[in-house]
């Protein structure tokens, strides 16, 4: 299994990719390197293209033809956040942000290889990087209080179970789009004061609307996505995302 990072490979240079599919030959391709920063995306329209984009075109080119299973890690913000109730797989996009936008347009550049898998996730917590339980652990430790948005509602996904999730779906050949984020649901105000309560920070969370803390990228309000997809090709779901945080502050050792 090959995962490919942006950190060894240049994905907006075409030959570059060419040339590095055909020295490694990869039987599956792992593609998680993307254009993640949501609001700076509104003013570098042209890099999140050529990343999420233009990147994502020269990996399914490269194999053109080739058996090759590819695997894509796509977001909620291909939806426009309006729906009633979940997403589900089949419900038509409709971006709102140029992240969105650009993270959609890879989904149709994949989907023109025939073996791939699309992992729609959301609110995404791990080991490595800047995530929002880090952000909201150092302001805990920082701060008297703090206001947190509880209008957006949506879904966390831990790294460690989408990690296992991956590898199980790509044993076998059920392609497709799969929405692939912990079980359960809850605003980023509900998210916080879990994170607060699992980690004993004494801290007041207090709520706010979403105009109340503008940005420069549109949020969705609602990206809860339905994952009958995962129960209709017999594959489990990631546990509840309560569960999931508990595991990581125990990870990260804040518990």
């Known amino acids: 299994m090959l995962g490919i990072d942006i950190d060894e ?30 609001d700076n995306a509104e003013e570098n329209i042209d890099i999140a293209y050529n990343v999420n984009v233009n990147g994502t075109k020269n990996l399914i080119e490269s194999i053109k033809n080739q058996n090759t299973k590819f695997i894509y890690i796509s977001t909620d913000y291909v939806f426009d956040g309006n729906k009633k109730g979940s997403y589900r797989v089949d419900d038509i996009p409709n971006p709102k942000s140029v992240y969105g936008k650009s993270k959609y347009l890879g989904e149709l550049e994949v989907q023109k290889h025939n073996n791939y898998f699309i992992f729609r996730i959301s609110w995404v917590f791990g080991k490595n990087g800047s995530n929002f339980v880090k952000t909201m652990l150092k302001l805990g430790k920082d701060k008297d209080y703090i206001n947190v948005v ?17 590898v199980d779906v ?20 509900e998210f916080a004061k879990e994170i607060f309560n699992l980690s004993n920070l004494d801290i007041l969370v207090k709520s706010i609307k979403s105009d109340q803390y503008p940005t420069k990228a549109k949020r969705p309000i609602n990206s809860v996505m339905d994952k009958s997809k995962l ?17 990581y502050l125990k990870e990260i050792e804040e518990i």
């Open 9 to 38: 490979l240049d994905i907006t240079n075409k030959k570059a990719v060419n040339d590095f599919i055909i020295s490694k030959k990869p039987n599956i391709i792992i593609h998680c390197a993307a254009y993640t920063a949501v």
């Open 150 to 166: 509880s209008d957006q509602v949506g879904s966390p996904t831990y790294t460690k179970d989408l990690a296992e999730l991956i």
């Open 170 to 189: 790509s044993e076998t050949n059920k392609y497709g789009v799969y929405h692939a984020t912990n079980d359960g649901e809850c605003s980023w105000f």
């Open 231 to 247: 129960d209709e090709n017999g594959f489990n779901h990631l546990p509840h995302w309560k569960n999931a945080i508990k595991r």
